[in-house]
């Protein structure tokens, strides 16, 4: 199995996305930090340094991903307790309608929610909660969270191998990032069905204000 395909295998779309954002921004900061630590650093050094970070950063999120999981599963858990051990049945549909009313349910009549409710009830009065506990699938799911990321920041690392000036190659790895946050936000405006320019842009601008912080303070 190839590395998109695991990918895609064990992370949703927005999943995805999110992770990339929030992987190329980190890339950026740390871009910004490893050159203000070192005064007369060479390429190898903010190589090692930048990629360190990325690296680190995820294997934390790959952590966090699992920990989500497992806390996800067990708020579910704790829900279906609540809801079996309501004093009545207006006490459940309320915890219910706490929970589950959101966006989408938002556009139904009071009436389609009343039975939306009041099927989640019977579902989670047949529901057994257990213990929550982590599963194969959370495992992969970090696994797959922590390698996008180290896939969606190694460009940015990229121009320190083969730029020889660091300054140089400082600047390109900026404009390397700036470039996957605008083709993120495109790609994120098509699958919200928004503006993927006006997304892509403001992706951007993130990026450059990022950049023009840590050029301000002499990186």
Known sequence: MTPRAFIHRHLEPADRLGEILFGLIMALGFTGAVRLGLDEADNR????????CNLAWAIVDGVMFVLAALFERGRQA??????????????????????????????????????????????????????????????????????????????????????ANPEVAVRVSNSVAALELFLLGTTWGRLVGGSGLRIGAGLTLVGVVLVLITIALGG
């Open 45 to 52: 050094a903010l190589f090692v340094g930048i990629f360190g």
């Open 78 to 163: 704790r829900i279906v307790r609540d809801v079996q051990h309501a004093p009545s049945d207006e006490a459940a549909l309320q915890l219910i309608g706490e929970e589950v009313d959101g966006p989408l349910l938002a556009l139904t009549t009071a009436a389609e929610r009343d039975r939306i409710h009041r099927t989640v009830l019977e579902l989670a009065r047949r529901a057994t909660p257990e213990p929550p506990r982590l599963h194969r699938e959370d495992l992969l799911g970090g696994a797959a969270a922590a390698l996008i990321i180290v896939l969606a920041t190694l460009p940015v690392v990229v121009p320190f191998l083969v730029v």
